[in-house]
């Protein structure tokens, strides 16, 4: 059975950092890319980053560019979100999204989210 | 950034209506559309992708269509496992986006 389970959320203050981490079983995860969604209380849906199967190219929403970094182990099954220059705006429940195959950019497995909360 | 315009935010339903939902992309995003369903406190189930596709597992009563820049999911005989909230996903290019979201409750 296909597993993602993020970790690493929690309260910080803004200007801070946090890392999270994203933990899969279950299939081969050197051979997905994997991406980062996140979803603020109450709202809708906000694509964060990609990474591809290999980690040789990321991706990122420009509201999050130059101040995220994501990552992959392929070798822990893990994917990382290191978020740096925290903003209230990045309180949100992260979500570790599977991509479902090469066809494109969308995605078969979730986590259940780590929440973020950016506050003073 | 192409932009995903769902209608409507809320829509009202009883068990075993027909409804459907809408998605306009501000730009031709080709076939490259998917289709989620959220129930509070939970992640994201895929429903639908390439625009028609409906994902292993999904019942035949979901179902996708596009023409041009506009794609709609259809819930025929809505039952009350349905009630929730669905999403849009476009997936052209890797600055993905999602439409605002359309809840279905229970009228």
């Known amino acids: 059975e296909v597993q993602v389970l993020e970790s690493g959320g929690g309260l910080v203050q803004p200007g801070g950092s946090l890392r999270l981490s994203c933990a899969a079983s279950?299939?081969?995860?050197?051979?997905?890319?994997m991406n980062w969604v996140r979803q603020a209380p109450g709202k809708g849906l906000e694509w964060v980053s990609g990474?591809?199967?290999?980690?040789?190219?990321?991706y990122y929403a420009d509201s999050v560019k130059g101040r995220f970094t994501v990552s992959r182990d392929n070798s822990k099954n893990t994917l990382s979100l290191q978020m740096n220059s925290l903003r209230a705006e990045d309180t949100a429940l992260y979500y570790c999204?599977?991509?479902?195959?090469?066809?494109?950019?969308?995605?078969?497995?979730w986590g259940q989210g780590t929440l973020v909360t950016v506050s003073s | 950034d192409i932009q995903m315009t769902q209608s409507p935010s809320t829509l009202s339903a009883s068990v075993g209506d027909t409804v459907t939902i809408t998605c306009r992309a501000s730009q031709s995003i080709s076939f490259w559309l998917a289709w989620y369903q959220q129930k509070p406190g939970k992640a994201p189930k895929l429903l639908i992708y390439?625009?028609?596709r409906l994902e292993s597992g999904v019942p035949s009563r979901f179902s996708a269509s596009r023409s041009g820049t506009e794609f709609t999911l259809t819930i025929s005989s809505l039952q009350p496992d349905d009630f929730a909230t669905y999403y849009c996903q476009q997936y052209d290019n890797y600055s993905l986006t999602f439409g605002g979201g359309t809840k279905v409750d229970i009228k």
């Open positions: 990474i591809s199967a290999g980690g040789d190219t990321t």
């Open positions: 390439q625009a028609s």
């Open positions: 999204a599977k991509v479902r195959d090469d066809s494109g950019s969308f995605y078969d497995s």
């Open positions: 279950g299939f081969t995860f050197s051979s997905y890319a």
